[in-house]
C-alpha cells in the first residue's frame, strides 16, 4: 500500500471505479499534467474508412510547444483490465484508422478545438507564427505530414507494458501515469510525472535574462550516452551499438544519432554514430542503439561546468 503524507493528512492509494472517473481527473490535472502550449481534446468519435477498420479514441493532444506541431491519439486504460493485451489492440486499431482516413480525423480535431473555448484562439495564433495559412492548412499538416504517434494515459501500468508496446510497435507510444490518493475525509490528491517533464528545458530564475528557453522536442534527433573507457571500447566500438539507453517512446522515431560522452578524466564528446535501429533491450523499458557503421571520432565536445545536461 502507497500511502502520501502530509502535517495535516494521510493519503491512501484508491482505485478508479472507471474509465469515466479517470478520464475526468485527467480534465481537471491537464493543465499540470500536459503543461502550457498542449491541448488535451477529450473527444470520442469514430475514425477509420466507412466499411473498413473504425474506432474510437478516448481523446487527442496537440502539442504546440515546438516549432512543429505533433498529435498524439489517446487510449486511456485501467491497469484492472487487463492492459498488455488490451492497450495493444487499441493502439493497432487506431493506427490503422488513422491512416486509413486522416481527412476524417483532420474533422474531429476541427470540430473539438471550434467546440473548446479558447483552443481555436490558440491554434489560429500558432499557426499564424509558424508557417501555416490557417487552422485548416495546420489540422491537414498535423493529420498527413506527422507520423502516427499515441499516448496512453492509465493509473498503474504493468511493469512491463513499455517493453510489451516497444516492441509491438515501431511508431511512438507515451505512458503517462495518474495515480488517485483519498483521505479519510474523502479529499482528493493525484500523483503524476508531468508529460516529458524530464526532457523540458527551462530553468527556472528569478531573471528573464538568465532563463533558458525550452528545448524544441521536435529538432531533438541525437542522444548522447555517458561512457566509461572499457565499455566505450568493448561495446561502442567493439560492438557498435549501445545498450540499455533511456528513450521516450515518441522520440524514438526520430532518433538519427548518438554519440558517446567520455566520463572522466576526459570529460567530454568523442566519438557520433548514425543510428541504425532502436529495439528494447531485454525485458526492461530501455533500448539497445545499433549503428550503421563504426562510429566516427570528432573534435572533443568538453564538458562546461555549471551547464545544462539532460539525458533523455
Not at 511508431?171 to 524530464?198: C, H, T
Not at 521536435?218 to 561495446?235: H, K, L, Y
Amino acid at each position: 500500500m502507497t500511502l502520501l503524507w502530509t502535517p495535516r493528512n494521510t493519503y491512501q492509494q484508491v482505485e478508479y471505479q472507471s474509465e469515466q472517473e479517470l478520464e475526468s481527473a485527467i480534465q481537471q490535472v491537464k493543465t499540470e499534467l500536459f503543461g502550457q502550449g498542449r491541448l488535451y481534446l477529450d473527444v470520442k468519435k469514430k475514425i477509420g474508412k466507412v466499411g473498413g477498420q473504425r474506432n474510437i479514441p478516448d481523446g487527442y493532444l496537440i502539442d504546440l510547444t515546438g516549432s512543429k506541431p505533433k498529435l498524439y491519439v489517446v487510449e486511456v486504460e485501467l491497469g484492472s483490465h487487463d492492459p498488455l493485451r488490451h492497450v495493444a489492440v487499441q493502439i493497432l486499431q487506431f493506427s490503422l484508422s488513422f491512416e486509413a482516413e486522416p481527412l476524417l480525423v483532420k474533422k474531429v480535431l476541427a470540430e473539438a478545438i471550434r467546440g473548446q473555448g479558447s483552443a481555436v484562439e490558440i491554434c489560429e495564433r500558432y499557426a499564424a507564427t509558424h508557417e501555416f495559412r490557417n487552422l485548416d492548412h495546420m489540422l491537414e499538416w498535423l493529420v498527413s505530414e506527422t507520423p502516427f504517434t499515441a499516448l496512453v494515459v492509465i493509473d498503474e501500468p504493468p511493469d512491463n507494458l513499455e517493453n510489451v508496446l516497444a516492441k509491438k510497435f515501431q511508431f511512438g507510444v507515451e505512458l503517462v501515469e495518474l495515480r488517485k490518493y483519498q483521505n479519510a475525509a474523502e479529499d482528493v490528491a493525484y500523483r503524476f510525472e508531468p508529460f516529458l517533464s524530464d526532457l523540458e528545458n527551462t530553468v527556472e530564475s528569478d531573471s528573464p535574462r538568465t532563463r533558458r528557453p525550452r528545448s524544441d522536442l521536435s529538432e531533438i534527433d541525437t542522444v548522447v550516452v555517458p561512457a566509461r573507457d572499457e565499455g566505450f571500447e568493448q561495446v561502442f566500438i567493439g560492438e557498435q551499438c549501445w545498450h540499455a539507453v533511456r528513450l521516450h517512446g515518441s522520440m524514438r522515431p526520430q532518433i538519427k544519432h548518438i554519440a558517446a560522452y567520455r566520463v572522466a578524466p576526459t570529460s567530454a564528446i568523442t566519438h557520433v554514430a548514425e543510428v541504425r535501429a532502436i529495439e528494447p533491450w531485454k525485458d526492461t523499458s530501455k533500448f539497445v542503439l545499433y549503428f550503421r557503421e563504426p562510429a566516427k571520432p570528432i573534435e572533443p565536445i568538453p564538458f562546461v561546468k555549471g551547464g545544462h545536461l539532460k539525458s533523455f
